[in-house]
């Protein structure tokens, strides 16, 4: 069975013949009419945990089988654990990837589509489900509307995500003290903000991108500092995972 890449169409299939014109409007008030601001995308972080037995087997079967998913939808990013930084960090073994939808409704759509691919579930997802997988989570998330996702230099290797849980009712707080920390360019910048919206509540995900693991541990340290005279008021958890970019991925806005 082939798999095709599944896009939505633009709404309203049917064309109808043109009603009388009631009353005029401006060109401006005309392109506003015609043009109403997008929703924002769909995210999927999903990571897994690997047996560590099953460690370079998933990697393998990964590097050879994996290429059928990413023809079906737009995978950001692939990544393979670091040792990780922080209390809440996670050990080796582990990947984590985030995946783009136009909806929920296309999200629902592929899923359903891989489902009924023979070839993909018997060559991949089922072997690494009966061997591989020894824990896997996933959350739904969307840009927060005062970031938008930024270009990474290929030369950078080096990843990490931090999470952020903040008590009830103070995301807009922390996403108020971000925009004032965060430079607008620079080696620093996330290349991506999230916020939760199928998951852990009041969270957030940062992802940034460094030329050498020093990098991600100095800026870290950085964030660290700058956070600490806010974040006891308004955060209840947050860790830092450190990855490297798996072989058969790249960052993708």
Sequence with gaps: ??????????????????????????????????????????????????????????????????HRRLEVSKCNIYLSADPGSGPKAKPFNEVTHIWEYDDLVLRAAIRKQLAADVEW???????????????????ILQPVPWWSLRECPSTNKHFAIRKTQMYPGKSAVWGDKMKSLLPAEGDDVPLGVWATDIGDLDSAYELYGYASAMDLMKHQ?????????????????????????????????
Aim: net charge positive; glycine share 4%.
């Design 1 to 66: 069975m082939a798999l095709a890449r599944v896009i939505r169409g633009p709404s309203g299939a049917c064309s109808a013949a043109a009603a009388p014109r009631l009353f005029s409007c401006s060109p401006s008030v005309q392109k506003d009419l015609a043009a109403p601001t997008p929703a924002p995308k769909s995210y999927e972080l999903r990571t897994y945990n690997i047996h560590r037995t099953s460690w370079d087997a998933f990697v393998k079967l990964s590097s050879e089988k994996l």
């Design 121 to 139: 579930q018997e060559s991949y997802f089922k072997k690494i489900l009966a061997t591989d997988l020894a824990h896997q989570s996933n959350a």
């Design 221 to 253: 340290q950085h964030l660290d500092r700058v956070g600490a005279d806010f974040e006891p008021m308004i955060i209840k958890d947050k860790w830092w995972k450190g990855y490297q970019l798996a072989p058969w991925s790249q960052w993708s806005t």
